[in-house]
T-cell receptor, first 113, second 112 residues
Framework: GENVEQHPSTLSVQEGDSAVIKCTYS??????FPWYKQELGKGPQLIID?????GEKKDQRIAVTLNKTAKHFSLHITETQPEDSAVYFC????????????FGTGTRLTVIP | DAGITQSPRYKITETGRQVTLMCHQT?????MFWYRQDLGHGLRLIYY???????DKGEVPDGYVVSRSKTENFPLTLESATRSQTSVYFC?????FGYGYTFGSGTRLTVV
């Protein structure tokens, strides 16, 4: 099955700086890559996603890039704010079976005011 | 209210007892999932369902049972709880590929 690796496991940045989280996947059939943000005591929430026919997608301060050849994708957060502090998960899916998503192990982002 | 709800939010149970975690969604999504979240392991799939009366095992199904008699409900049962099943459990649903998952708020289960 799919194996998704995520780095780094923890990340601290100063408020206003950028943060980058990287993921790699193993299954070349994967073609859907969502990112989730999980705040303390809550379930993961979808923040952005990208499909394999697109190389980059932006939504205000967040962007995701995808390199299918290298099988990796990244989350970029610019002008970080304290409310960006959370755990972020990447995931990958090939759309087969029951549309199962395979998750990375998460990155704890801390934005220092 | 629309959405996906899990109950209870917190549960403490003893080793060997049966416990059922409930999940209810109001969107009539076809697909539903149960994940457990443990430090260092991220989210691991326990069971999933593609429709009512259709369920299948995920990555870590041992010790768990699911059913889906109605589209909106997807309960997860621990038949004989063990300490290794202490975890936070999340239910999720989606209407299909490419739509992402919507997660519930989770159930924190402690087995003593």
């Amino acid at each position: 099955g799919e194996n998704v690796e995520q780095h780094p496991s923890t990340l601290s940045v100063q408020e206003g700086d950028s943060a980058v989280i990287k993921c790699t996947y193993s299954d070349s059939a994967s073609n859907y890559f969502p990112w989730y943000k999980q705040e303390l005591g809550k379930g993961p929430q979808l923040i952005i996603d990208i499909r394999s026919n697109v190389g980059e997608k932006k939504d205000q301060r967040i962007a995701v890039t995808l390199n299918k050849t290298a099988k990796h994708f990244s989350l970029h957060i610019t002008e970080t704010q304290p409310e960006d502090s959370a755990v972020y998960f990447c995931a990958a899916s090939s759309g087969t079976g029951a549309n199962n998503l395979f998750f990375g192990t998460g990155t704890r982002l801390t934005v220092i005011p | 209210d629309a959405g996906i709800t899990q109950s209870p939010r917190y549960k403490i149970t003893e080793t060997g007892r049966q416990v059922t975690l409930m999940c209810h969604q109001t969107w009539s999504h076809s697909y539903m999932f149960w994940y457990r979240q443990d430090l260092g392991h991220g989210l691991r799939l326990i069971y999933y369902s593609a429709a009512a009366d259709i369920t299948d095992k995920g990555e870590v199904p041992d010790g768990y049972v699911v059913s889906r008699s109605k589209t909106e409900n997807f309960p997860l049962t621990l038949e004989s709880a063990t300490r290794s099943q202490t975890s936070v459990y999340f239910c999720a649903s989606t209407q299909g590929f490419g739509y992402g998952y919507t997660f519930g708020s989770g159930t924190r289960l402690t087995v003593v």
